[in-house]
């Protein structure tokens, strides 16, 4: 697995590539700090998140692996690339959609541990009643990224 760190408007962010598809993304530097794709994968992921801070990019089309978390986690961080830009969904309403009704709070948990932040957007579960609580990234990033997308969804609409 091998790191390239990127600056956005939400700090440092991290990706991980395993040569083939995305395996990770932190907020953050991570590893050994380089800032230059070590392949075509990894220049695919900096160049679309680039383009994805600069309002440019709605949906990733890199490819992803995930090779860690319990089945509801992953059916969780599956339902999560299901929201569109700029939408949002409440903790409840994704344990619905994963058949599980009662485990928003193990929505939340399992949004925690979305090793693919942003990419897979767990930024975009919020709770009952629209209220921003929790994000592993600290609710500053959380609303930029929110705000970030409410913009860009609003221009396309109003375009």
Not at 56 to 72: A, I, K, Q
Not at 76 to 83: P, S
Not at 86 to 93: A, K, M
């Amino acid at each position: 697995m091998r790191w390239t760190v990127l600056d956005s408007p939400i700090g440092e962010f991290s990706v991980a590539t395993d040569g083939g598809s995305v395996c990770g993304a932190r907020f953050g530097p991570v590893g050994d700090g380089t800032t230059e794709p070590a392949d075509e994968t990894s220049r695919r992921a900096v160049a679309q998140l680039r383009a994805y801070f600069a309002g440019e990019l709605t949906d990733f089309g890199v490819p992803v692996t995930v090779s860690r978390g319990s089945d509801f986690e992953r059916a969780v961080w599956r339902e999560m690339t299901r929201i569109p830009y700029g939408e949002t969904l409440t903790y409840g309403e994704v344990a619905r959609r994963v058949g599980d009704p009662g485990a928003a709070r193990a929505v939340g948990v399992a949004c925690n541990r979305n090793p693919i932040p942003v990419i897979v957007p767990c930024h975009r579960i919020i709770g009952a009643g629209g209220k921003l609580v929790g994000f592993g990234g600290g609710l500053d990033r959380k609303v930029k990224l929110l705000e970030l997308e409410a913009r860009v969804a609003l221009q396309r609409a109003w375009s």
